[in-house]
Each structure stands twice: as structure tokens, then as C-alpha cells.
């Protein structure tokens, strides 16, 4: 969805956020130009920081789209809460339960109504103690095989100073200076067409979370650590970016 769409509860949004942001941080912006301007493409931020989803949500608005984030369910059975979430195009993710299909039918509807559908791929804030992307869970994957729209990478650095979730430490201090950066979409076409099985959707979410790891290293300096290993399955040669 593009911003020229917008309905009364997202502008209101948008006025109600949008100037504190200003004044809450110092941003670079990079690579707006991989999020298109129509049709719809799935976003997979790294996440460091409870206050790094406002900061991808204003990241998005200002590239000229809307983001639609994936929240828990029970946030939309808050009184008033939940109904503000709903006209303004969130959508509500059931964990861990039989209704977690409906989950994927509503993405999947978004997408389709050209919507820019917000993943965090790690489904929660990393646990690597120096913030570096941890191994992801493959809701962006399955997605992306289900609808074929492009995956968009989105790292950032600077939301960890507003607020730190290694220590808890909030710093309301303004003009904190956060950097954030689109790539061009992951490149998926190998699995194009592929059944969603475990390891195809395991090997998609490889691909996406390395691309996020080296991204971020890019930005905020240092070598990152490994991700992970994944054994190598019988008669296959290890990928050697599994291990990179």
C-alpha cells in the first residue's frame, strides 16, 4: 500500500508518531529505492531493540510505503488497542496454534493487495550478546514461496541506544543517531517453484539471515560471528556459507 491511500486512523498514526521520531533521532537513510513503490514485497529487519520497529516503520513510511507489521494476537484483543491496530492495517500473527494458518492466509491477502509486509525473520529480538543476527525462523521464507514477492533485507544500528535490551537501559536523550539501510531483494529464484519442505525453507532462511549478517557488518563495523552450522545432509557437500 502506498502512502496516497491512507485511511483517518493511519494518518493519525502518522501525525502521532511520525514528529516524535523526528525529534527522537538522527537518521541516515539508505536504499529506499529497493523498496518499490507498488506492489507487494516483504521486508526482514534485523532486530536489536524494542524501539527498533518504530524506527522501520518510519524507514518505510518515509520511502513511500505503509508498513504492515505482523503482531502478536493477543495485542489485538486489547480494548482500543486492538481496534486502532486493525484500521490501521496491522495484522495479527496466532503463535504456536491451529489458527497460525490464518495467520499466513492474511499475509498472503496483504501481499496480494500490493501491501509491504513487515517480517522480523528471528521472530524476536536477537540473543547474540553483541546484537548480531541469530538464526532465523522461516515464516519470511514460507512466505516468499507462497506468493513469489520479493524480499527486501532492512538492517539498522542505533535503535539499541534508545533502548538496550541487554540491560534494559532506556535513553529518552534526543537526536540519537540510527542508520538504516535497504539492500536489493534476496535473491530466492533456486527455490522457486520448490515444495515447503523443512530444508528448502531452512536454506531460504539461511540465505535471508546471511544476507542481513553481512549487511549489518557493513554499517556498524566489525566481523561478525558465525551464524550457526547446519550438518550436511548425506551425500551433499556442506555449503560453505552455512559456516560463514
Known sequence: MTRRRL?????????????????????????????????????????????????????????????????KASVFRVPLVGWILHRCRQIPVERGTVDAVRSLDALVAALAEGGAVVIYPEGTITREPQ??????????????????????????????????????????????????????????????????????????????MLRLRDMLAEIRGGTPPPLWERPARPGDERRPEAAA
Not at 525529534?23 to 521486508?43: A, S
Not at 514477492?149 to 542505533?158: I, R
Open 131 to 208: 546484537l548480531w543476527p541469530m538464526k532465523g525462523k522461516t515464516g519470511a521464507a514460507r512466505l516468499a514461496l507462497a506468493t513469489g514477492a520479493p524480499v527486501v533485507p532492512v538492517v539498522m544500528w542505533g535503535p539499541e541506544r534508545i533502548f538496550d535490551p541487554r540491560d534494559s537501559r532506556f535513553n529518552p536523550r534526543p537526536r540519537m543517531p540510527v542508520t538504516v539501510v535497504a539492500g536489493p531483494p534476496v535473491d530466492l529464484s533456486r527455490w522457486a517453484g520448490a515444495a515447503p519442505t523443512k530444508a528448502v525453507l531452512e536454506e531460504m532462511t539461511d540465505t535471508i
Open 7 to 71: 485511511g483517518f486512523w493511519q494518518w493519525f498514526a502518522v501525525v502521532l508518531v511520525k514528529p516524535v521520531m523526528l525529534l527522537w533521532t538522527r537518521r541516515t537513510w539508505r536504499g529506499m529505492e529497493h523498496l518499490r513503490r507498488d506492489g507487494g514485497v516483504i521486508i526482514v529487519p534485523n532486530h536489536i531493540s524494542h524501539a527498533d520497529p518504530l524506527v522501520a516503520a518510519h524507514f518505510v513510511y518515509d520511502s513511500g510505503r505503509w508498513p504492515q507489521f505482523l503482531g
